[in-house]
């Protein structure tokens, strides 16, 4: 069995706990939580320590905290020469302390609390220092996830800046459609069944083949009268750059 250990309580580590209690061939012997109360729901309270001197040993330690933590957490732990992963998609694996083998372990996955995931769909993306190392993170990765992918700290940063554009600004984009809803009393929930069709289409075909709207076909009768319906300056801009965007984009093909 594969002794693994989590620091942290936030939205990843508790993910993080909930599918390593499911995996075949590792052991959760500990997790650490400033406030055990924040884990106490999801694992035994003997297993839940508040102080860093009573961290018990294992193979892997996943440090999941905030990014502006990670290197003062890496620096706590009270030991050397163990395997100590982060869960960032941003921090390079420098930046973990240097008293211990640095790794990442980082699930490219829009997680929260309150939403069950299926964690085997999740990717995951590893790194280490070694062979060793490496084999040893494939194989914890390849315990909770069927998506397992070695990809170095600059690849990550870039796929970290192209998931804030799928993911959270998308997302932003559904609560200015929301708004623009609210505004004209017309249910959100009309909106849905594109939202999805929008999301299986870029799974058969690439984001630009699956692009469609007034600004693919230079409609700017079209564009002039969604910018006239839009009041908040801000929706005017972040229309007007997107589309612009799109236009641009086709006039580069």
Same mark, same amino acid.
């Given at each position: 069995?594969?002794?693994?250990?989590? %620091?942290?309580?936030? /939205?990843?580590?508790?993910?993080?706990? &909930?599918?390593?209690?499911?995996?075949?061939?590792?052991?959760?012997?500990?997790?650490?939580?400033?406030?055990?109360?924040?884990?106490?729901? &999801? !694992?035994?309270?003997? *297993? !839940?320590?508040?102080?860093?001197?009573?961290?018990?040993?294992?193979?892997?330690?996943?440090?999941?905290? =905030?990014?502006?933590?990670?290197?003062?957490? =890496?620096?706590?732990?009270?030991?050397?020469?163990? &395997?100590?992963?982060?869960?960032?998609?941003?921090?390079?694996?420098?930046?973990?302390?240097?008293?211990?083998?640095?790794?990442?372990?980082?699930?490219?996955?829009?997680?929260?609390? +309150?939403?069950? %995931? /299926?964690?085997?769909?999740?990717?995951? $993306?590893?790194?280490?220092?070694?062979?060793?190392?490496?084999?040893?993170?494939?194989?914890?990765? +390849?315990?909770?996830?069927?998506? @397992?992918?070695?990809?170095? =700290?600059?690849?990550?940063?870039?796929?970290? @800046?192209?998931? @804030?554009?799928?993911?959270?600004?998308?997302?932003?984009?559904? +609560?200015?459609? =929301?708004? %623009? $809803?609210?505004?004209?009393?017309?249910?959100?929930? !009309?909106?849905?069944?594109?939202?999805?069709?929008?999301? *299986?289409?870029?799974?058969?075909?690439?984001?630009?083949?699956?692009?469609?709207?007034?600004?693919?076909?230079?409609?700017?009768?079209?564009?002039?009268?969604?910018?006239?319906?839009?009041?908040?300056?801000?929706?005017?801009?972040?229309?007007?750059?997107?589309?612009?965007?799109?236009?641009?984009?086709? +006039?580069?093909?």
């Amino acid at each position: 069995m594969i002794k693994v250990v989590i %620091i942290g309580s936030g /939205n990843v580590a508790q993910h993080l706990i &909930l599918a390593f209690q499911k995996a075949t061939g590792i052991e959760l012997v500990q997790a650490f939580a400033r406030n055990k109360n924040n884990l106490s729901n &999801l !694992i035994d309270e003997d *297993k !839940i320590t508040s102080d860093y001197n009573h961290l018990k040993e294992a193979d892997l330690y996943i440090i999941s905290v =905030s990014d502006d933590a990670l290197n003062n957490v =890496s620096h706590l732990l009270p030991f050397n020469n163990k &395997l100590v992963a982060h869960t960032s998609g941003s921090v390079a694996i420098d930046e973990l302390g240097n008293t211990n083998r640095k790794a990442v372990f980082y699930p490219l996955q829009t997680l929260s609390k +309150k939403k069950e %995931i /299926n964690f085997k769909e999740v990717p995951l $993306c590893i790194e280490a220092q070694n062979e060793a190392d490496l084999k040893l993170l494939t194989e914890v990765a +390849k315990s909770i996830s069927n998506k @397992v992918f070695e990809v170095n =700290s600059e690849q990550r940063k870039s796929l970290h @800046v192209a998931a @804030v554009f799928v993911s959270n600004f998308v997302n932003h984009l559904y +609560k200015i459609g =929301s708004d %623009i $809803c609210t505004e004209h009393n017309v249910p959100f929930e !009309i909106l849905k069944p594109l939202i999805l069709e929008t999301a *299986k289409k870029v799974q058969v075909l690439s984001p630009n083949d699956a692009q469609t709207g007034p600004a693919k076909r230079k409609d700017t009768t079209t564009i002039n009268k969604h910018l006239a319906i839009l009041t908040n300056e801000n929706q005017q801009e972040i229309y007007k750059i997107l589309t612009k965007s799109i236009i641009d984009n086709g +006039k580069k093909l």
